[in-house]
């Protein structure tokens, strides 16, 4: 049975958390309180490189960081597939 955008009508108000993360990185709590203003935390993407999309800690696509009047945003340029996404 085909389902629809209707069909879901019940679960359109439910709120989620959207996470695009950059990137990561790992440090100890000594490296950390020695950040400051101007410091630089290199990520382990490389410039180029898709960014993850989460929703509720669930990876569900990769895209790129654009810029629409002068505010920051992401275009999705892949949907990940629950089997993908490790879940």
């Known amino acids: 049975m085909a389902k629809s955008a209707a069909d879901l009508a019940t679960v359109f108000d439910v709120p989620v ?43 569900v696509a990769r895209g790129e960081v654009v810029v629409v009047d002068d505010r920051l945003g992401v275009t999705m340029t892949e949907i990940i597939k629950t089997e993908d996404a490790g879940a």
């Not at 440090?27 to 382990?44: F, I």
């Open 17 to 59: 958390n959207i996470s695009a993360v950059l990137g990561k990185s790992h440090m100890s709590v000594a490296q950390l309180l020695q950040l400051n203003k101007g410091s630089v935390l290199e990520l382990d993407r490389k410039v180029g490189e898709a960014i993850d999309i989460f929703v509720n800690n669930r990876l």
